[in-house]
């Protein structure tokens, strides 16, 4: 039986504090099973976006450790509003770690936003002497618009699907996203990091057609350009 507690791990450039692990190991043809009860207070990534999410969790599973890999699938990782069921694949001796598997976001409210929910399919790799990265699909739905003339306008709900990729000291990307609802179709890029938030993107509304738009919000200062590709019919001209 063990009871291991630590205040602080480093795995490459990712800070985890708050740890404590108990459980009883076995040892079966050369091959170590660990039985997973782990509780940690954080996780620090760099990226804001993440680590607002990665607090208070709890891992279980049961780890392996033989030929020199360490694996455990499936790994559940459960955090106040997120969780996942993920397949660890680690190398200690080169250094490098991989996460792979589908994670799914509780309701959550966003402050100005609505309510977010969605799943997921990520990819977490880690290698010495590289930053981390992380890739996946999305796709969810943003509800519960608490402005009416934002809801009224972009439709609500609003399903949303995009591609995203991360690494560390880099932007969030979304790639090759879309955007629908009943009053509006659109597709696009965007990006989110230090400096603000910036997206390019074009669609069809239902009532003011086709359009194209370039927008940013930077030290928390917006900027827009929405242009209508046929301006007359919307106004009704």
């Given at each position: 039986?063990?009871?291991?507690?630590?205040?602080?791990?480093?795995?490459?450039?990712?800070?985890?504090?708050?740890?404590?692990?108990?459980?009883?190991?076995?040892?079966?043809?050369?091959?170590?099973?660990?039985?997973?009860?782990?509780?940690?207070?954080?996780?620090?990534?760099?990226?804001?976006?993440?680590?607002?999410?990665?607090?208070?969790?709890?891992?279980?599973?049961?780890?392996?450790?033989?030929?020199?890999?360490?694996?455990?699938?499936?790994?559940?990782?459960?955090?106040?509003?997120?969780?996942?069921?993920?397949?660890?694949?680690?190398?200690?001796?080169?250094?490098?770690?991989?996460?792979?598997?589908?994670?799914?976001?509780?309701?959550?409210?966003?402050d100005k936003l609505g309510t977010a929910q969605s799943?997921?399919?990520?990819?977490?790799?880690?290698?010495?002497?590289?930053?981390?990265?992380?890739?996946?699909?999305?796709?969810?739905?943003?509800?519960?618009?608490?402005?009416?003339?934002?809801?009224?306008?972009?439709?609500?709900?609003?399903?949303?699907?995009?591609?995203?990729?991360?690494?560390?000291?880099?932007?969030?990307?979304?790639?090759?996203?879309?955007?629908?609802?009943?009053?509006?179709?659109?597709?696009?890029?965007?990006?989110?990091?230090?400096?603000?938030?910036?997206?390019?993107?074009?669609?069809?509304?239902?009532?003011?057609?086709?359009?194209?738009?370039?927008a940013a919000i930077e030290e928390d200062r917006p900027?827009?350009?929405?242009?209508?590709?046929?301006?007359?019919?919307?106004?009704?001209?």
């Amino acid at each position: 039986f063990h009871d291991i507690t630590a205040s602080e791990l480093m795995l490459g450039e990712i800070r985890t504090v708050g740890l404590r692990q108990e459980g009883t190991g076995r040892l079966e043809d050369g091959t170590l099973r660990i039985p997973l009860k782990l509780a940690l207070g954080q996780i620090e990534t760099g990226s804001e976006i993440a680590d607002k999410e990665l607090t208070l969790g709890r891992i279980g599973g049961e780890l392996t450790y033989g030929g020199g890999r360490i694996r455990a699938n499936p790994l559940r990782v459960a955090f106040p509003r997120l969780s996942g069921q993920l397949a660890l694949d680690a190398d200690p001796i080169a250094g490098s770690l991989r996460l792979a598997g589908p994670v799914r976001l509780n309701p959550t409210l966003i402050d100005k936003l609505g309510t977010a929910q969605s799943g997921a399919h990520l990819d977490f790799a880690l290698a010495r002497g590289k930053p981390w990265s992380l890739r996946g699909q999305i796709d969810g739905t943003l509800s519960a618009l608490p402005n009416s003339t934002l809801a009224g306008i972009a439709g609500d709900p609003i399903a949303i699907k995009t591609g995203i990729a991360a690494a560390g000291g880099e932007p969030v990307r979304f790639e090759a996203f879309t955007l629908n609802s009943g009053q509006l179709d659109m597709a696009g890029a965007a990006q989110w990091g230090e400096v603000g938030f910036a997206v390019d993107a074009r669609g069809a509304h239902a009532t003011y057609g086709e359009f194209t738009l370039d927008a940013a919000i930077e030290e928390d200062r917006p900027r827009a350009v929405l242009a209508l590709v046929n301006p007359l019919p919307a106004a009704g001209l």
